[in-house]
Nanobody
């Protein structure tokens, strides 16, 4: 049972990336999934989350309107597409899964959630 975050890379300002959070050992679509990012020397912050059954979505103000979170049941993953990327989006991105998608979950993932904390995916946006 594990999660893997992937899809990061180096892009220019204004470009796009699709990050994927892929699960193994369980059906990810049954659970809520949240994306977080961490800037060097700073606390982790929530980017977006999607509910397990109802598909409710939340976005951080910093990415709202230029990001879309979605489930991909065919690949057992949750994707985060980010458009119009900015240098301030440069961070390591992680995903986590559990029950419930809310702004509280966005602030801090519960200790009971399974996360890809050991392996994030680096997004670097050049100016």
């Amino acid at each position: 049972v594990q999660l893997q975050a992937s899809g990061g890379g180096l892009v220019q300002t204004g470009g796009s990336l699709r990050l994927s959070c892929t699960a193994s050992g369980f059906k990810l679509g049954d659970y809520a999934v949240a994306w977080y990012r961490q800037f060097p020397g700073k606390e982790r912050e929530g980017v977006s989350c999607i509910g397990g059954r109802d598909g409710t979505t939340h976005y951080a103000d910093s990415v709202n309107g230029r990001s879309t979170i979605s489930k991909n049941n065919a690949t057992n993953s949750v994707d985060l597409r980010m458009d119009r990327l900015k240098p301030e989006d440069t961070a390591v991105y992680y995903c986590a899964t559990g029950h419930g998608c809310s702004m509280d979950i966005m602030k801090r993932p519960p200790a009971t959630w399974l996360g890809s904390w050991g392996q994030g995916t680096q997004v670097t946006v050049s100016s």
